[in-house]
Nanobody, 115 residues
Framework: QVQLGESGGGLVEPGGSLRLSCEAP????????MGWYRQAPGKQRELVAT???????EYAGSVKGRFTISRDNAKNTVYLQMNSLKPEDTAVYYC?????????WGRGTQVTVSS
């Protein structure tokens, strides 16, 4: 069973910043598409951002310009830097690794944006 380990969630005020981290096994990290998804209460899980093994990135329109996905290949870790956070960013954030028909998920980390 592949384990993806997320960390970095928490409570932040509107306009604040958080950085999420996700560590993956090296065999996964080096060849899989890594991404972040989120699920707010009562809503479907949605894509936030992805990064390929060569560093190409994609973002959901709602986070473009505020969130940055990056990776540290030496640490087998993908990051999500979240700036200018809004209450509507409140959700459980999940790390994902995908390749062909294979996909793995982390357990999720809660991000709450509230004053």
């Amino acid at each position: 069973q592949v384990q993806l380990g997320e960390s970095g969630g928490g409570l932040v005020e509107p306009g604040g910043s958080l950085r999420l981290s996700c560590e993956a096994p090296g065999s996964i990290f080096s060849i899989y598409l890594m991404g972040w998804y989120r699920q707010a209460p009562g809503k479907q899980r949605e894509l936030v951002a992805t990064i390929t093994n060569v560093g190409n990135t994609e973002y959901a329109g709602s986070v473009k310009g505020r969130f940055t996905i990056s990776r540290d290949n030496a640490k087998n870790t993908v990051y999500l830097q979240m700036n200018s956070l809004k209450p509507e960013d409140t959700a459980v954030y999940y790390c994902n690794a995908a390749r062909w028909s294979y996909t793995f998920w982390g357990r999720g980390t809660q991000v709450t944006v509230s004053s």
